[in-house]
């Protein structure tokens, strides 16, 4: 038996087709896998040509997915089959194909990654050796159409593509359907849910205590982003009707923010401890998660709220000035700018002084 | 061509038909800006942040704005502001990249801050003790 330990220089060159970095190119369509778990299957068919070199093969494929929150969380590919190559002169090989790949990625785009084993015989100039050899396989594939219950697309596409590049014609083809065989797991979402509120009850609660301390700006910070994160997943559930029971509409907005806001107000009350950067931070989380701004479901609390961040701005302005911290006013003058809050605007531009230019545009947008 | 190298040549070759491997590429950037737009202001920031996305018209109601990334930046600030000037939603985070409301993808009446009519969008670097190191340019946007 010829097991093929150190290859050579033509089969070096073939790992570079079957391994190494992978492209983004693909898969940027926006077409992907639900979440859930599919099941598909494809027949991978075809042959390849150039200058006296020829091969072809066929072999069955099938997969299984399991995709979660947009990404891969599982799965494995199946592949069995058999190729031929030949070349001027009459070589020939024979070889039967096999391989049990993982997949991971995202559900855009489904990266594949593990080894084939090729057994066989290859003859030339009248010998024959058996081949028996297990190479490493990577490579990816997207989805072309998704629905709820079917993805189609190619696996091969990629493949066609490296051919292409080392200067091969090629027919090779392996369309897929996958079926979805379960929709997503929503279990652990209700549960965030209910640890998520339970937290920042907590919060409330412990900023209204004997202790009076309200959570930091970046322990606010990391709750709003749980309760982002849970609204992204929700929303995927719902595009194939999976959100639990109670979230069939998404995630209650308005209950949030009400909450959330309290918890900003309770921060601005302590102003004086943060820091420019903190205050700045806290008033683009407060805009972020609706505590104020002018898609708060609450305009009135909003308003007030907002008032108070502009109060407290305002404060830090002040003591900047006096400072003569011109980083803090310069921080404070463009969220100023960008949260279209022209007096305070106005009054660190006029701090700046000479600084600033007028005008306000530039040349070199960019 | 000896045997072995043939022999090597024709493993080859089914290897290249049943396997796939690497491309080189990318998607493409979009181009850089128009000159003489309005821009944040910053006196003594010579940084600029690139917005790649939305386009100014027909971005949808739940755009997703992009800006390349600035080496000297630790986090974004981004603001979306209406025609009359009210602050629709602003975000901070290291993200290149949000969709307005922080919701990718979100589906059609799910709660949110949407962009029901023109305004403006902007971006201003920050780095790690929370210096302006660059800002961009105040772009129109509508849905």
Known sequence: MWRMRRPGVILLASVSLVSGALSPAW???????????????????????????????????????????????????????????????????????????????????????GMLSFSGTASAQGFEVPVDITVPATGSFSPVTASCSQVTGDLATETRAVQRQYGFSTTVRALFVAVREAGADASDVVEEYAALVEDIHEAIAQAKGASGTPPTVEQLRELASRAAALQNAIATL????????????????????????????????????????????????AYEIGAVGTPSPDPQAAQDAEDELVLALNAKLDFAIEDGDTDAILSIYTAAQQLAIEDLAAKAKSALGGFIEEGGTDEQDA | MSR??????????????????????????????????????????????????????????????????????????????????????????????????????????????????PGSWSVVAVDQEGRVVAVSAIRSVAP
Do not use: H
């Not at chain 1, 595009?239 to 995630?251: M, N, S, W, Y």
């Not at chain 2, 940084?47 to 990334?69: C, I, N, Q, S, T």
């Open chain 1, 27 to 113: 898969g940027q369509k926006g077409v992907a896998f639900p979440d859930g778990t599919w099941k598909g299957t494809a027949i991978f068919t075809g042959s390849i040509a150039k200058q006296g070199v020829f091969a072809t093969g066929s072999a069955g494929i099938t997969f299984t997915l399991q995709v979660r929150g947009g990404e891969v969380t599982g799965g494995v590919l199946k592949m069995s089959g058999s190729a031929r190559s030949r070349v001027a002169g009459g070589g020939r090989a024979n070889l039967d194909v096999s391989g049990g790949l993982s997949l991971g990625g995202t559900a855009r785009r489904v990266t594949v990654s």
């Open chain 1, 238 to 285: 719902k595009v194939c009707g999976d959100a639990p029971e109670g979230f069939e509409k998404g995630l209650a907005s308005p209950f949030f923010s009400d909450l959330f806001r309290q918890l900003v107000l309770m921060l601005l009350e302590r102003a004086d401890q943060l820091t420019v950067t903190q205050l700045i931070a806290l008033a683009y989380l």
């Open chain 2, 4 to 117: 072995t190298r043939e022999a090597l040549l024709l493993v080859v070759l089914v290897l290249a038909a049943c396997t796939s491997g690497d491309i080189s590429g990318g998607p493409e950037a979009a181009g850089p800006e128009g000159s003489s737009v309005p821009m944040i202001e910053a006196p003594g920031v010579e940084g600029r942040v690139a917005l790649l996305a939305p386009p100014e018209e027909e971005a949808g109601e739940v755009p997703v704005f992009e800006w390349e990334a600035v080496p000297a930046a630790a986090t974004y600030r981004l603001a979306v502001v209406d025609e009359g000037g009210d602050v629709v939603w602003a975000w901070e985070g290291v993200a290149t990249s949000v969709a307005l409301g922080g919701v990718a993808d979100r589906p059609e009446g799910e709660a949110g801050p949407v962009l029901a009519g």
